[in-house]
C-alpha cells in the first residue's frame, strides 16, 4: 500500500504531460496494473504477441489518453498495425489486458479504418448502406439513425452520389465512405491503419482536411498510424515512438499547435521542433 | 463515324454469327455433294424445316418443356439443399476437412454410374431421374460454396467484427456474400450437370417424353432430320440456360471482380 501511495504524484494534473515516465516503468512492478494518469482511456498491461517464435511485444505497457489523437511512428516491421489491431480487438494477444475505461474493445463503440479501402466497404451494398451498417448493433430507433447519418453527412459536406455502388466511387471517395462508417456510430476510440498511404496526394489533403474537422469537433480517442511523418506529427496531439522488436516505447513527443491545422502549421517552429526531434528518435531507434 | 470505322464495327457484330455460318455452309456441301450417306446427315434445310414443325406441329415443344422442367426441378432441389450445406461445411475448417474426400469422391463418380442406385431406391418413375439430376448438381453446388465461404477473404470479416457484428451475423452479412462469386460458378455448371443428366435419364430410364427420350426415338427409327432437331433443341436449351445465368450473375453479383 506504501509503495502505491509512494507511486501517485501529488498533483494529478502534471501526469498528462509526463506519461513516458509510467510506461517505462518495469514490467515487473506489479503495482503498474493498478495505476494509471488521470484523463487516460486505454490502458494495455503486461502485452505480449510472438509470432512464429518472434516476440514483438513483451510486457508492453502504454497509457493513452482520452480525446487525443495519437500518431504511432516507428521502424518498419516494429509492428504499428499490429499493435492498433491487437487493442481494437482485431487480433487477439497472447497475454496481458487492454481495457477503455475498464470496458473490454467489444464493450466499446469503434470505429476503425483499414488502409485497403478496397477490400474494407462491402461492395454489395450502396455507399449509403455500407455507412449506415454499422448503426444496427446500436440498438437505436430508425428516427435516431437517420438522424446519426444525417448529421454525418452534413458535418462532412460530401458532394458525392451515395446511392451508388463503392467500386462506381474512386479510390478516395471509397475511402471517405470507410471514414464516415466508421465516424457514423459516434465511436469512443477511432482507429485509422495508413488512411491515406493509398491515395492520390490532392485527396489525401481533402480528406486529412475533413477528418481533422470532425474529430475537433468530437473529441474522439484516435489512434493513428502513419508511414509519413509530416502527417503524423500534423494530425497529432501526441506522437508515440516506438522501438524496433520486441518493441517498446521509444518517447512520446506532445504536439500542442491550435486547430484547424492547415498545410501552413508545417511551417512554424513548434512543428519543426517536434518533427526534428520524432526524427532523431526514429533514426536512433533504426540504427539501434 | 469513317466508313472504314462502320465497317469495323458492323464486322464486330457479324463475327460471332460468323462461324456457325461456315459451318452450316460445310454442312449443306457436305449433304449437297453426297460426301456423306444422306440417311446419316439429312441437308440443313430438311432438319431445320423438321425443327420448325416439330414446334408447331409436332411434340417438340412438349418434349422441350418437359426436359426444362425436370432440369429446373431437380436444379432448385439441388440448390435449396447444397447452398445451406455448403455455407455451414465452409464456416468451419475442421467440418470441410472431414468431409472434402467425401466430397470430392462422389463429386468425382460419373452420375450415370448411380442410375440403378437410384432406379432401386425412387422407382422408374420421374423421381429417379429428378433425384438423380439433383445429386449431381447438388455435389458440384456443395464444393464451389463451401470453397467461397471457406476462402472468402478476411478484412470484411474483420471489418464486421470490429463494427460490433455478432458471429452470425458476420456470415450473413459478408461472408455469404463474400462467397457468391464462386456459388455462382458452382451453380452455373451445377445446372448444366443436371440437363446432362436429365437427357441421359429420358433416353434410358423408361420415359415417354423429354428430348432425351425424342432423341433417341428418332434415332431408332432412323428419322435423322428429326434427330438433329432434337439435338439441336437440347443444345439451344443448354446455351440458353448459361446464358440465363449470365444474365442472373451480372444482377446479383454486380460488383464481382471488382
Redesign the interface.
Known amino acids: 500500500m506504501n509503495k502505491v501511495l509512494a507511486r501517485v504524484p501529488i498533483d494529478p494534473s502534471t501526469m498528462a504531460d509526463t506519461p513516458a515516465a509510467q510506461s517505462a516503468s518495469p514490467a515487473s512492478d506489479p503495482d503498474r496494473l493498478r495505476w494509471f494518469p488521470k484523463g487516460t482511456h486505454i490502458t494495455i498491461r503486461g502485452l505480449t504477441k510472438t509470432f512464429d517464435d518472434v516476440v514483438l511485444y513483451k510486457d508492453f505497457d502504454l497509457d493513452i489518453p482520452k480525446g487525443k489523437v495519437v500518431s504511432v511512428f516507428g521502424p518498419n516491421g516494429c509492428g504499428k498495425s499490429t499493435l492498433i489491431n491487437m487493442i481494437?480487438?482485431?487480433l487477439d494477444h497472447d497475454s496481458g489486458q487492454i481495457l477503455f475505461d475498464g470496458k473490454t474493445a467489444?464493450e466499446t463503440?469503434?470505429g476503425?479504418v483499414?488502409q485497403?479501402y478496397r477490400?474494407?466497404v462491402?461492395?454489395?451494398s450502396r455507399a449509403i448502406d455500407n455507412i449506415r451498417?454499422?448503426l444496427q448493433?446500436?440498438g437505436l430507433s430508425k428516427a435516431e439513425r437517420d438522424d446519426r447519418v444525417e448529421e454525418l453527412l452534413t458535418s462532412f459536406d460530401v458532394k458525392i452520389d451515395l446511392n451508388r455502388?463503392?467500386?462506381e466511387l474512386s479510390g478516395g471517395q471509397q475511402q471517405l465512405v470507410s471514414i464516415m462508417?466508421a465516424l457514423v456510430?459516434d465511436p469512443e476510440v477511432l482507429f485509422l491503419d495508413e488512411p491515406f498511404s493509398a491515395l492520390d496526394y490532392e485527396m489525401t489533403l481533402f480528406l486529412r482536411d475533413r477528418l481533422q474537422k470532425v474529430l475537433t469537433d468530437r473529441d474522439v480517442t484516435t489512434l493513428l498510424v502513419s508511414h509519413d511523418l509530416d502527417e503524423a506529427v500534423m494530425l497529432a496531439d501526441e506522437i508515440l515512438l516506438l522501438t524496433k522488436k520486441p518493441t517498446q516505447v521509444a518517447e512520446r513527443l506532445q504536439f500542442n499547435a491550435p486547430r484547424p491545422r492547415t498545410p501552413e502549421t508545417t511551417l512554424t517552429d513548434e512543428f519543426i521542433a517536434v518533427k526534428t526531434r520524432s526524427l532523431e528518435v526514429f533514426q536512433r531507434e533504426v540504427r539501434r | 463515324m469513317s466508313a472504314r470505322g462502320n465497317r469495323k464495327a458492323v464486322m464486330k457484330r457479324l463475327q460471332p454469327v460468323l462461324g456457325a455460318a461456315v459451318l452450316v455452309v460445310l454442312w449443306w456441301l457436305a449433304s449437297e455433294g453426297r460426301l456423306v450417306d444422306p440417311v446419316l446427315l439429312p441437308t440443313p434445310a430438311d432438319s431445320w424445316h423438321a425443327f420448325v414443325s416439330g414446334l408447331t406441329e409436332g411434340t417438340l415443344w412438349h418434349d422441350f418443356w418437359r426436359t426444362i422442367v425436370r432440369t429446373t426441378v431437380s436444379f432448385v432441389i439441388a440448390i435449396v439443399i447444397a447452398v445451406p450445406v455448403g455455407v455451414f461445411l465452409g464456416s468451419s475448417e475442421t467440418i470441410y476437412r472431414s468431409v472434402e474426400f467425401s466430397v470430392d469422391f462422389f463429386r468425382s463418380t460419373p452420375a450415370s454410374a448411380l442410375f440403378p442406385l437410384f432406379l432401386v431406391i425412387f422407382g422408374v418413375g420421374e423421381e429417379a431421374k429428378i433425384a438423380v439430376a439433383a445429386f449431381g448438381a447438388a455435389l458440384i453446388i456443395v464444393f464451389n460454396t463451401a470453397y467461397g465461404v471457406m476462402n472468402a477473404?478476411k478484412?470484411?470479416q474483420?471489418?464486421?467484427?470490429?463494427?460490433?457484428?455478432?458471429q452470425f451475423?458476420i456470415l450473413t452479412?459478408?461472408t455469404i456474400?463474400e462467397s457468391?462469386p464462386q456459388t455462382f460458378v458452382g451453380m452455373r455448371s451445377g445446372i448444366s450437370i443436371a440437363l446432362v443428366i436429365v437427357i441421359v435419364a429420358e433416353m434410358f430410364i423408361g420415359s415417354t417424353d423429354g428430348l432425351g427420350q425424342r432423341i433417341i426415338n428418332a434415332q431408332m427409327i432412323f428419322d435423322m432430320p428429326e434427330m438433329y432437331a432434337s439435338i439441336f433443341a437440347a443444345g439451344a436449351l443448354g446455351y440458353g440456360l448459361n446464358l440465363l445465368f449470365i444474365i442472373l450473375e451480372r444482377r446479383f453479383v454486380?460488383?464481382g471482380g471488382?
Request: no cysteine; proline share 9%.
Open positions: 481494437s480487438g482485431i467489444r463503440r469503434i476503425y483499414f485497403n477490400e474494407a462491402f461492395p454489395w451498417y454499422p448493433f446500436l455502388y463503392p467500386y462508417r456510430v | 477473404r478484412q470484411r474483420l471489418a464486421a467484427r470490429v463494427m460490433g457484428a455478432p451475423r452479412d459478408v456474400w457468391l454486380h460488383w471488382k
